[in-house]
């Protein structure tokens, strides 16, 4: 089915270690973002792509590391998780950046 | 200033009310405009663009306003099923991205 997944759905990970989420989108579309969501924040944009090999930083880009090597593919890494990166995170997909996008159903991350 | 500001509300209304959000924004460049609905632990979902002209969907009026650089959105005739966050959203200075404002929880209740 067409649409955009995130993986995992829930994560549970000890301070200190390296961890990967996984978005996959089957529209082809050009463009894909990683945001956090937090209680009195909101959604805010840590990285964004808008094609292949092409990334640039957000609002909150700190301690993640974003590839895309695929156009279907942006995973979000973790590089040495910390408490403060205990969130939801999702992944979304437009076909240009101006236009609305779709996102995933997000990745509940809890970082002990 | 925070790019896009909404009034966290809640707000509280009985079925069939007519209700009415408002957000400003700071970046007078933006170009691009929606509205998007999100359920309690689900994901944000497109409800709707907006428009300079103004635009509806069924009971959903959207009004974008440049000068003031504010923008609303109308729900007429509150059904329980409209029970959610809304989310203003605008794109960034170099229009790649979108910025979200918030949200205003709306709470219909019969």
């Known amino acids: 089915d067409a649409g955009i997944t995130q993986s995992p759905r829930y994560k549970i990970t000890e301070t200190g270690r390296q961890v990967t989420l996984m978005c996959h989108q089957t529209w082809s579309h050009s463009y894909m973002f990683w945001y956090r969501q937090d209680l009195g924040h909101g959604l805010r944009l840590i990285y964004y792509s808008a094609a292949a090999d092409i990334t640039d930083k957000g609002e909150v880009p700190d301690g993640y590391v974003v590839s895309r090597s695929k156009t279907e593919n942006f995973p979000l890494t973790l590089e040495s998780a910390t408490r403060s990166q205990t969130s939801v995170y999702f992944c979304?997909?437009?076909?240009?950046?101006?236009?609305?996008?779709?996102f995933g159903q997000g990745t509940r991350l809890t970082v002990v | 200033r925070k790019e896009v500001e909404q009034d966290p509300g809640p707000f509280n209304v009985p079925e069939g009310a007519t209700v009415a959000f408002n957000c400003t924004y700071s970046?007078?460049?933006?170009?691009?405009f929606f509205w998007y609905r999100q359920d309690c632990r689900k994901e944000p979902k497109l409800l709707m663009s907006v428009y300079s002209s103004g635009n509806e969907d069924g009971r959903f009026t959207a009004q974008l306003n440049r000068a003031s650089q504010y923008i609303s959105l109308l729900i007429r005739d509150s059904k329980l099923s409209d029970s959610a966050t809304y989310l203003c959203v605008v794109n960034d200075q170099a229009g790649t991205a979108l910025i979200f404002g918030k949200g205003t929880t709306l709470s219909v209740s019969s």
């Open positions: 979304a997909s437009s076909e240009m950046g101006r236009t609305g996008g779709f």
């Open positions: 970046n007078s460049a933006s170009q691009s």
